[in-house]
Protein backbone atom coordinates (compact mmCIF):
# COMPACT_ATOMS: atom_id res chain seq x y z
CA UNK A 1 0.00 0.00 0.00
CA UNK A 2 1.49 3.08 -0.69
CA UNK A 3 1.92 5.86 2.19
CA UNK A 4 2.41 9.64 1.35
CA UNK A 5 3.84 10.08 4.69
CA UNK A 6 6.52 7.22 4.34
CA UNK A 7 9.33 9.97 3.31
CA UNK A 8 8.18 12.07 6.66
CA UNK A 9 8.51 8.67 9.40
CA UNK A 10 11.98 9.12 9.90
CA UNK A 11 12.85 11.08 13.08
CA UNK A 12 15.52 13.26 11.12
CA UNK A 13 18.53 12.61 13.92
CA UNK A 14 19.42 8.83 13.60
CA UNK A 15 17.48 7.99 9.72
CA UNK A 16 15.79 5.27 11.32
CA UNK A 17 12.52 4.95 11.00
CA UNK A 18 9.59 5.33 13.10
CA UNK A 19 7.19 2.38 13.48
CA UNK A 20 3.93 3.14 10.97
CA UNK A 21 0.59 3.24 12.62
CA UNK A 22 -1.95 0.34 12.33
CA UNK A 23 -4.23 1.04 9.21
CA UNK A 24 -7.71 2.58 10.45
CA UNK A 25 -10.16 0.10 9.78
CA UNK A 26 -12.67 1.25 6.63
CA UNK A 27 -15.61 3.21 7.45
CA UNK A 28 -19.23 1.65 6.73
CA UNK A 29 -20.63 3.20 3.49
CA UNK A 30 -24.37 2.88 5.23
CA UNK A 31 -25.27 6.12 6.77
CA UNK A 32 -25.16 6.92 10.50
CA UNK A 33 -28.43 6.89 12.94
CA UNK A 34 -28.32 9.23 15.47
CA UNK A 35 -28.64 7.52 18.90
CA UNK A 36 -31.14 6.06 20.47
CA UNK A 37 -32.85 7.26 23.64
CA UNK A 38 -32.63 4.23 26.16
CA UNK A 39 -33.78 6.02 29.06
CA UNK A 40 -31.12 4.11 30.73
CA UNK A 41 -28.73 5.66 33.15
CA UNK A 42 -26.68 8.03 31.37
CA UNK A 43 -29.13 8.58 28.35
CA UNK A 44 -30.13 11.38 27.00
CA UNK A 45 -33.60 12.48 26.39
CA UNK A 46 -33.04 13.02 22.87
CA UNK A 47 -35.24 10.69 20.57
CA UNK A 48 -34.52 9.80 16.91
CA UNK A 49 -38.55 9.81 16.10
CA UNK A 50 -41.55 12.33 17.68
CA UNK A 51 -44.28 9.79 19.57
CA UNK A 52 -47.50 10.73 17.19
CA UNK A 53 -50.01 8.41 19.12
CA UNK A 54 -49.43 5.08 21.63
CA UNK A 55 -51.85 2.58 22.33
CA UNK A 56 -51.21 -0.20 25.29
CA UNK A 57 -52.39 -3.65 25.43
CA UNK A 58 -52.04 -6.08 28.84
CA UNK A 59 -52.92 -9.27 27.58
CA UNK A 60 -52.35 -12.16 30.29
CA UNK A 61 -48.71 -11.96 31.05
CA UNK A 62 -47.30 -9.58 28.79
CA UNK A 63 -47.88 -6.04 27.72
CA UNK A 64 -47.34 -4.74 24.40
CA UNK A 65 -47.05 -0.96 22.93
CA UNK A 66 -48.10 -0.55 19.52
CA UNK A 67 -46.55 3.20 18.71
CA UNK A 68 -46.49 5.49 15.98
CA UNK A 69 -43.80 7.91 15.17
CA UNK A 70 -42.90 9.92 12.98
CA UNK A 71 -38.65 10.82 12.29
CA UNK A 72 -37.26 12.40 9.24
CA UNK A 73 -37.60 9.53 6.91
CA UNK A 74 -41.73 9.26 7.21
CA UNK A 75 -44.20 7.29 9.77
CA UNK A 76 -43.14 4.41 11.30
CA UNK A 77 -45.01 1.77 13.36
CA UNK A 78 -42.91 0.75 17.02
CA UNK A 79 -44.51 -2.89 18.31
CA UNK A 80 -42.99 -3.90 21.49
CA UNK A 81 -43.73 -6.94 23.90
CA UNK A 82 -42.22 -6.56 27.44
CA UNK A 83 -43.38 -9.96 29.21
CA UNK A 84 -43.38 -10.63 33.08
CA UNK A 85 -39.75 -11.41 33.56
CA UNK A 86 -38.94 -8.13 32.02
CA UNK A 87 -37.41 -9.25 28.44
CA UNK A 88 -38.64 -6.93 25.88
CA UNK A 89 -39.34 -7.45 21.87
CA UNK A 90 -39.63 -4.61 19.41
CA UNK A 91 -40.22 -4.61 15.79
CA UNK A 92 -40.77 -1.83 13.40
CA UNK A 93 -42.38 -1.43 10.13
CA UNK A 94 -43.25 1.26 7.76
CA UNK A 95 -47.21 2.89 8.16
CA UNK A 96 -47.45 2.48 4.43
CA UNK A 97 -47.38 -1.33 5.17
CA UNK A 98 -50.10 -0.66 8.04
CA UNK A 99 -52.45 -2.58 5.58
CA UNK A 100 -50.96 -5.82 4.78
CA UNK A 101 -50.70 -6.16 8.58
CA UNK A 102 -54.25 -5.65 9.25
CA UNK A 103 -55.03 -7.70 6.19
CA UNK A 104 -52.67 -10.73 7.58
CA UNK A 105 -55.00 -10.41 11.23
CA UNK A 106 -58.32 -10.24 9.60
CA UNK A 107 -57.32 -13.17 7.67
CA UNK A 108 -55.72 -14.96 10.98
CA UNK A 109 -58.90 -14.20 12.92
CA UNK A 110 -61.02 -15.85 10.24
CA UNK A 111 -59.35 -18.77 10.76
CA UNK A 112 -59.63 -18.99 14.31
Known amino acids: MFDPMADLAGDGISGEEMPKKPAAAPRSAAPSRPP????????????YADEVHSVTIHARQRTFYVDLKKSDNGKFFKLSEKSRGGQKITIMFDSEDLDKFIDAFQEMKAHI
Open 36 to 47: RSGGGAGGSNRS
